[in-house]
């Protein structure tokens, strides 16, 4: 049983171990928009642009080694990586941003709830880019 535990895992690793930097990501991202957001009046959209450096610092420098097993950390190869990685990141906290900006700012929803909301859509939305275009298999 325990040995096709550890077969399961060593098969999914790269979607637990993602799910599991994403989720302290996502931590990160709450620890700083939400001060923002409620302590300190900033708008929906400016905290989350705020919380997305923050969150995209910290999602890069763990999901590179841990989650994707990028060990090189030449420039050579963490320039284009990098700039791969925050561009894909670009988009979904662009997505992201948007949809707060619509449902929060405009709308007058609650922030809180639709900043979790969105936190899904990012979550899928940066894992098939990075899987797909920034921390691809070299042959």
Sequence with gaps: MIETIRKLIEKHWDILSYLFFG???TVVNYIVYLPCYNLLGLSASVSNA??????VA???????PFVFKSRDWSAKTVIPE????????IGSGAAE????????????????LWKLVTSVLVVVL??????????TKRT
């Design 23 to 25: 989720v302290l990501t």
């Design 50 to 55: 705020i919380a997305w450096v923050f969150a």
């Design 58 to 64: 910290f999602a890069y420098l763990t999901n590179k």
């Design 82 to 89: 990098l700039a791969k990685f925050v561009g894909c990141r």
């Design 97 to 112: 941003t948007v949809i707060l900006l619509l449902t929060v700012d405009v709308l007058g929803w609650n922030g809180n």
């Design 126 to 135: 940066n894992y098939i880019g990075s899987k797909l275009l920034v921390f």
